[in-house]
């Protein structure tokens, strides 16, 4: 009698641990997104993200796949990498890296971004200049590289950039800053305007042009 009852002990036991095991896999499969969390957005916003993602819904969680998430984000032209990450409380975590704005074009009211491609604005873009010409598009191409290696904060000082090949240059550009000054600067020289803070220092206040594409010389405006 007592081998009886211990097996039938066991075998509620095991029962019961099957259950428990099953309404834990039924919870697990039944977890719905719960909060999103998206982050290194400047371009796009949170919602256009979690659109992409396609969990705009919130669904349950173990229905959308981190895989199937990146590859839909990143169909975006403006999504250079995705991170995402998913737990077991409803929240998934998304860290975009956007391509950098470079400059607006002004014959078309379009964006460039470090990656080539072009976009057009949802609104006013603050912090980059306005290319008021048409270039070549190999010579812009090249210029677009160069631009996306300088500092961000010069890039934000910069308010118009006019091309203005000559005889000598045919990548020459002036760049109009934002405090008054012209600055001009060919393509292969692009990594001086760096230098622009330092420059600013010796001038004591004066406004004229700078010359970083030939030696670095400063004409004062009469």
Known sequence: MKKKKSKKLKILKGLGILIIIGLFVFWLLNIRVKNIYVTGNNILTDQDIIELAGIQNYPK???????????????NQVIDEVNIKKSLFGRIDINVLEYNMLLKDETDNMVYLSNGKKITPD?????????INVVDQDILEKFLKKLDTI???????ISEIKYTPNDYDKDLFLFYM???????ITT???????????????????????????GNHFEIFQ
């Not at 969680?61 to 169909?75: E, G, R, T, W």
């Open 188 to 214: 292969t020289r692009l990594s001086n305007i760096n230098k622009y803070e330092n420059v600013l220092v010796s001038l004591n206040g004066q406004k004229g042009i700078l010359y970083l594409d030939s």
């Open 123 to 131: 609104e006013t873009i603050l912090g980059i200049p306005s290319l």
């Open 178 to 184: 934002n405090d008054g000054n012209c600055v001009y």
């Open 61 to 75: 969680l173990f229905s959308v796949s981190i895989h199937k998430m990146k590859n839909q984000i990143k169909m």
């Open 151 to 157: 500092d961000k904060d010069i890039l934000s000082k």
